[in-house]
């Protein structure tokens, strides 16, 4: 059984770095994307980005001049750093494993489809 | 454009039949997934790449889709459906996109 354990500060001062870990425990993290995603209290979901396992990444456009995510095979770990935090980064933040793919034999599609989630760490961006 | 857009909330009668749609442009070429997310607790899927459910998911859960909006029906709602519901796709630069999500109330 594949699972997802986010670690990390739970606190951050304005203007810093943010800094995460996600462990993955059950997969050799060689298939699929490993993404981030957070969710500000009572908002919606927002993907932050992906990284293969060779080390392609994608972020959103949104947020892409701060963020830098990285894989470690080795450790079946991947990690996220958002830099120059304010209040508006204070969220829950996950890690998921995207299928990135569906495939009947040889017919593939590509998709997003997010089908293992950590249980998501609480950062607070405050002085 | 890149957004994929809910109703922010739906509200079904136990035991009846509710829909809940998601627009966007990404929906003509990549299919939709969706997740159910009670509070305090992180998404779980419930339906992707058309009409597929992950293990476990209880068959009341449907998924389809026509032109730019991607359907979630839930036949047969029960009080456990209760619950926030999100779309997502990709689009065609390999970006995710989430939707603003649905407020789901089971009456």
């Known amino acids: 059984q594949v699972q997802l354990q986010e670690s990390g500060p739970g606190l951050v001062r304005p203007s810093e770095t943010l800094s995460l870990t996600c462990t993955v425990s059950?997969?050799?993290?060689?298939?699929?994307?490993w993404s981030w995603i957070r969710q500000p209290p009572g908002k919606a979901l927002e993907w932050i980005g992906y990284?293969?396992?060779?080390?392609?990444?994608n972020y959103n456009p949104s947020l892409k001049s701060r963020v830098t995510i990285s894989v470690d095979t080795s450790k079946t770990q991947f990690s996220l750093k958002v830099t120059s935090v304010t209040a508006a980064d204070t969220a829950v933040y996950y890690c998921?494993?995207?299928?990135?793919?569906?495939?009947?034999?040889?017919?593939?599609?590509?998709?997003?489809?997010?089908?293992?989630w950590g249980r998501g760490t609480v950062v607070t961006v405050s002085s | 454009s890149s957004e994929l857009t809910q109703d922010p909330a739906v509200s079904v009668a136990l035991g009846q039949t509710v829909r809940i749609t998601c627009q966007g442009d990404?929906?003509?070429?990549?299919?939709a997934s969706w997740y159910q997310q009670k509070p305090g607790q992180a998404p779980i899927l419930v339906i992707y790449y058309k009409n597929n459910r992950p293990s476990g998911i209880p068959d009341r859960f449907s998924g389809s889709r026509s032109g730019n909006t991607a359907s979630l029906t839930i036949t047969g709602a029960q009080a456990e459906d209760e619950a926030d519901y999100y779309c997502n796709s990709r689009d065609s630069t390999n970006h995710v996109l989430f939707g603003g999500g649905t407020k789901l109330t089971v009456l």
């Open positions: 990284v293969y396992y060779t080390g392609t990444t």
């Open positions: 990404s929906l003509r070429e990549y299919s």
């Open positions: 059950g997969d050799s993290m060689t298939t699929y994307y």
């Open positions: 998921a494993r995207d299928l990135g793919a569906y495939c009947n034999g040889y017919d593939c599609h590509s998709l997003s489809a997010f089908d293992v």
